[in-house]
């Protein structure tokens, strides 16, 4: 059966009501429950996406980050086409991330 089609059935189903009633304040109630969710949930989350690529386009050598594991570190070099990024953790330590890892620059 059909996920979407079985409120529907609920709905025709029921006795002693006006089914027609029901059925168009059903029909009312989705489009406006799909566009809460799309301004509360995926609009937001596509800014926060677009933001963070900025921000990782915009990283260079020598810039001080923070990573998604809450590891800090300096960038050292880009590889593979700025998809991977050495760090310097520490002294003669050097770490490879994916540069997606990456949650944010911090300001010196």
Not at 51 to 79: A, C, P
């Amino acid at each position: 059966m059909n996920f979407y089609a079985y409120p529907f059935l609920l709905i025709l189903a029921q006795e002693g009501q006006d089914t027609t009633k029901s059925l168009v304040s059903t029909l009312i109630l989705l489009p406006i429950m799909f566009l809460m969710m799309y301004f509360l949930v995926i609009r937001p989350q596509r800014k926060e996406e677009e933001e963070k690529k900025k921000m990782i386009d915009s990283l260079q050598k020598g810039d001080s980050i923070v990573t998604s594991g809450g590891i800090h570190g300096k960038i050292i070099e880009f590889r593979d086409n700025n998809e991977t990024v050495v760090i310097n953790i520490a002294k003669d330590t050097n770490v490879t991330f994916n540069s997606n890892v990456i949650t944010k620059k911090k300001v010196s």
